[in-house]
């Protein structure tokens, strides 16, 4: 029977009076959801705060995003929205979606996920004010705060991993992307220590560009060739596609990610250009899994916080490209290397909170309305987020985004980015209505009449159709 | 003769299995889809429920609710769980 035949069934049979007894209880591995689903809904919670603040702050100064990109106040806004918002959001959901796929708890006491918590959030913080200030002991010691967190992470990830059985490039996609995201932490510090106390006579700027690459490709990157192939699956209703380029990609990325962090801050070019080549290799295989796997799903219809994903994975293909020719450019054009820069994080943004779109509704339906499923009316999933809402943010992002690299490209005056500020500052307001409005399921659980509740789909929908398979 | 979950057997009894196939569904309708139709059963019948993924969640709510379980991956990858309300 092919998937798109599958129905959704109820089959009576019954049992000979021989049949064995009911099962014996099997406990379940205590997985299912993490701090109560408190915990990564309080790590989405600090990063919209993050990002409130970066949008917010941009508001009052709504020409810093024109200015260039090694300024100071830029760094205080690409870590308010990288570290402070959308790496927050994957740490969230590495300590909640982990376990579920790995199939074992957590191997870390309790505390541990909260104190990372604690400890990225101090850290962001310290790190912006540090970077606004220009106090670079003070990005030093945000920085280090967040270098703590995220070893906890790397080794309860790894811990996590050893205990269980799986060992596809999913289940590989956690720990290693912990691992890079620890060495783009400590990288990050040393830079701030270095330019504070000269230690090693190294280029400021080669060891900006390894902390951004490996942030951005060593964490960012790895997870998402492992994670995407967890979640559009399981969110568009199709199979995982091309396993071998799924693995053949996450490979080529941990190569080429070597190379290139060690070619930028001691090797001859030619080192990073092969690791630039490798990692964009992994990419392109990546990316034939991922659209070969989005062509079989079932779902015809993207919802928007899918499409905003699939955006966001072609922003960054894009990002590459300008990536590219930013670094083969002889001469440094820093508007290139802002585009890039843009085009990173809008991407990354389309992807990391089109995918929270999604997320954040299940996590509080599972946490309100879970107990009550077969108690009483519960309304459906689905109905808790607004699809119209994240349409107009989708929207909104990427004309503010468009604005923004618009500004770089023409430069002359300063109003085209302010424009693009102000836009931004619209989407980011959406973004955030639609997941409070999402939230505040958890202070008031709503109790549908049974008459609007769409909750389950009409029986003689399409897949959904119960039929008996046998009988007496 | 089609049916849904709490219209299929008006009155179960410990002689009887279910059947619940909830494949092709997205998160969190197979999760509510069994809940729903575990409500209904009575003690001493089960109910078998076919999933694509191991119901993690589905675990939790069924120890929490003090109902027995038994989950088994089959050979085509889907998982099969039985669940049962102690009489």
Known sequence: VADHDRTVGVVETHVPSSAPKPPSPTPSTGVALVGGGLLPLAFVVAALVSLVASVGWAAVAPDVLAYHHLHPHVAAHVHLWLPGCLLAVCIGVIYQMMPVVLGVALRAPVSVPWIHLALHFSGTGAMVLGFVGARFEHVALGGAAIAVGALLLAITAWRTFLHSGRRDTIAWSFPVSATWLFATAAVGVFAAVNRRWPILPVSPVALLQAHAHLGLAGFFLSLLQGATFQLVPMFTMGTLRRPRCVAAGFACAQAGLVLLAVGLVAAPSWFAWFGITTIVAGVVFSAIAFFATLAGRRRRMLDPGVRAFVVGVALLGLAAVAGSIAYAAPNPVPAVTSIYGLLVVAGLSASVLGMLSKIVPFLVWMRAYGPRVGRMPVPAATSLGEPRLQSLWLAAHLAAFALLAAARAVDTTPQLAVSGTWVLLVAVAIFVADTVRTLDHLRRPRTPQPAARPAVPSPTATHAHLHPKSSR | ?87
């Not at chain 2, 008006?10 to 998160?27: A, F, N, Q, S, Y």
């Not at chain 2, 509510?32 to 993690?56: I, S």
């Open chain 2, 1 to 87: 003769m089609n049916s849904h979950p709490h219209e299929s057997d008006p009155h179960p009894t410990h002689e009887t299995t279910h059947e619940i196939d909830v494949r092709g569904l997205p998160p969190p309708e197979p999760l509510m889809r069994v809940l729903e139709a575990v409500a209904t059963l009575v003690a001493g019948a089960r109910l078998v429920a076919v999933t694509e993924r191991r119901p993690l969640h589905l675990l939790a709510e069924l120890d929490a609710r003090g109902l027995s379980h038994r989950c088994e991956e089959t050979a085509d990858g889907s998982w099969r769980t039985t669940i049962a309300r102690s009489a």
